[in-house]
Each structure stands twice: as structure tokens, then as C-alpha cells.
């Protein structure tokens, strides 16, 4: 014959364990400190701003080698985004404009240019 333990009842241990998961559920839905984020690559150009486009009077390879903050200066009033930044790919849409320009950014120089 089974000898009942006294104390608490069958319920009782469901609850206190159910409650056990439940926080130790919880506890891992807790807020995470923040990543720390990719630095803002700031703006960006658009399409067919009134001043034109100073880096359309040199071939896209001219770029290459440049500073960041040069090609950015060259970009003024060009289609163009950050496409990666020191191994890190950045979020862009998938649509194709021939005319906009994507940098890859090593170190502060850029490293490659694409079309589209």
C-alpha cells in the first residue's frame, strides 16, 4: 500500500511547479541590454536632386581608395547607399536603379562601388 505524504496536496505541487516554469519562462522574455548599432550611416542620396551629380563626371572606380567623407562629398545629389560597412552588411531594398551606387566601407576608405 502507498503511503500519502502529507503537506501538500497533488494540485498544489502542479501549481508550484507550473509557477516555477512560468517565471523561469519570464525571466528569459526579459529585456536584454541593448546591442550597441552599426553607426548611422547617414543621408543617403536620392534620385534626381536639382544639382546633379558631381561623381558622374568620374568613372565609379575613382571612388575607390577615397574616404568615406570624400565619396560621400563626391555623392552630393547622386543615388547611392552604404552597402557594407567593415564586414557588416547593411539593410537596402532589392529594387534595380542603374543610376544608384552601392559603397562597401572598410576602415574609412571605400572599398568597392556597385551599379544598381
Not at 575613382?62 to 567623407?69: D, M, T
Request: hydrophobic content about 35%; aromatic content about 4%; overall charge positive.
Amino acid at each position: 500500500m502507498k503511503q500519502k505524504r502529507k503537506g501538500q496536496s497533488p494540485l498544489k505541487r502542479h501549481i508550484a511547479a507550473g509557477s516555477i516554469v512560468f517565471a523561469t519562462l519570464m525571466a528569459g522574455c526579459a529585456a536584454q541590454p541593448p546591442v550597441s548599432a552599426a553607426p548611422n550611416p547617414g543621408p543617403q542620396g536620392s534620385r534626381g536632386t536639382p544639382e546633379g551629380c558631381q561623381a558622374d563626371k568620374l568613372a565609379d572606380d575613382a571612388l575607390i581608395g577615397k574616404s568615406e567623407a570624400d565619396a560621400v562629398a563626391l555623392l552630393k545629389g547622386c543615388a547611392w547607399r552604404f552597402g557594407e560597412r567593415d564586414g557588416q552588411h547593411l539593410p537596402g531594398t532589392m529594387d534595380y536603379n542603374p543610376q544608384r551606387r552601392t559603397l562597401d566601407v572598410k576602415d574609412g576608405k571605400v572599398t568597392a562601388v556597385r551599379r544598381g
